[in-house]
């Protein structure tokens, strides 16, 4: 199988990630939970991720990295622990559903008001509506680092400097880009930054989490057990563990921690400059095939792995059937849990076929997607 669907999880991990995942299943306890040696194993690997994750980052605090089951699970932490009743939130059009159902929620609930900076059919974020939504009760502009539709990059200095500048938070949706292209979240200055960790970090699923600037607190969505403090009735204070209620997944988190290793010695910078290759080799190759029309600005401030295009003549869910069927490649068609950026691009009915590409992808790959698409083109000009 030729696998380009790896904005939505990456399958081909690192040797390292399967036996550091096989590992701790015969051999990590419980974290936080005894003093036993397989405890202690638990315990360390969670606090190697930790320390690798903040590394990565460009965090200093890496006791307030804290893990989650997914990016959803972190965004949902971070949205309703520090939003509150007559709060204003800015976000935009690139949001996943994973930022806007929160939000939504929340709006519904009567807690906060919300507005969008807003995109051109172009897939363009219109960053220059920015400081016009401001209110004196802005309390956060939430934005995603990339489009998982597009891969557009948005523009996160100027949106942090704009949040800063009215004395908002910022809070950045990292999920397509972590492992993908560099973050520097104290050099930026964002305030939470939420990742998951199967896609771009090449680690299992069911790991993700949140970076929690030093002078920022959250009220915790989930309240429990931590393995410390347990006399006290409520959640403890200090971080991690403020955040982090239940038996860790210290399994998926080993494997994790694995990833993050490979990707520190490998270098994040070589994963983008890869991408990037693969991303100009598919758009060149598939510019000249009649019928193709690839959605998203072309220029902006960079793009991660990700195309999203249609073939006139057939709906993407078809099309992306065709090429799993016919030519074994994995693609994702449909609306992408991006419903607002589908309908700034005038694709909300029909959707899109989405390729996205990772460290694996080769060029091999994209070549063989291109022959895919021109070959289904010209069999449909001869049904014609």
Request: charged share 20%; with cysteine; hydrophobic share 45%.
């Amino acid at each position: 199988m030729i696998y380009l669907n790896n904005a939505a999880t990456t399958i081909q991990k690192p040797p390292a990630v399967t036996e550091a995942v096989v590992a701790a299943l015969a051999g990590a306890g419980s974290c936080s939970r005894g003093a036993s040696t397989s405890d202690l194993v638990a315990a360390r690997s969670v606090a190697s991720a930790r320390v690798r994750l903040a590394r990565l980052i460009g965090f200093a605090h890496p006791e307030r990295v804290v893990f989650t089951q997914n990016a959803t699970m972190a965004l949902n932490t971070a949205l309703f622990g520090m939003l509150h009743e007559g709060d204003h939130v800015i976000t935009t059009d690139f949001e996943h559903n994973s930022v806007l159902r929160p939000l939504h929620e929340l709006e519904r609930r009567g807690v906060i008001e919300l507005d969008y900076v807003r995109a051109e059919a172009s897939g363009r974020l219109r960053t220059e509506e920015l400081e016009g939504l401001f209110r004196p009760t802005t309390r956060a502009v939430v934005a995603t680092h990339a489009s998982n539709l597009t891969g557009a990059v948005t523009d996160v200095p100027e949106l942090v400097r704009a949040a800063h500048g009215h004395g908002a938070r910022f809070v950045l949706d990292a999920s397509q880009t972590l492992g993908a292209l560099p973050v520097g979240m104290d050099e930026l200055g964002i305030d939470v930054l939420c990742f998951t960790g199967h896609k771009a970090l090449m680690g299992p699923q069911g790991t993700g989490g949140l970076a929690v600037a030093a002078d920022l607190e959250l009220a915790p969505l989930v309240h429990g057990g931590t393995g410390v403090k347990s006399a006290d009735p409520f959640q403890p204070m200090s971080y991690p563990e403020h955040l982090e209620a239940g038996t860790m997944n210290a399994h998926g988190l080993a494997g994790l921690d694995a990833a993050l290793e490979f990707l520190l010695e490998l270098g994040v910078e070589r994963v983008a400059e890869h991408d990037r290759k693969l991303r100009e080799r598919f758009i060149q190759g598939v510019s000249s095939i009649p019928g193709i029309v690839v959605y998203g600005d072309r220029d902006g401030h960079g793009h991660t792995g990700v195309v999203a295009l249609n073939l006139e003549g057939i709906d993407s869910s078809s099309l992306a059937d065709r090429l799993a069927c016919e030519y074994d490649i994995a693609t994702r068609a449909g609306l992408h849990c991006a419903p607002r950026m589908h309908a700034a691009l005038g694709t909300l009915e029909r959707g899109a076929v989405r390729f996205s590409f990772g460290w694996y992808t080769t060029e091999d790959d994209i070549d063989a997607a291109i022959f895919a698409l021109r070959d289904i083109a010209c069999n449909l000009c001869d049904d014609r």
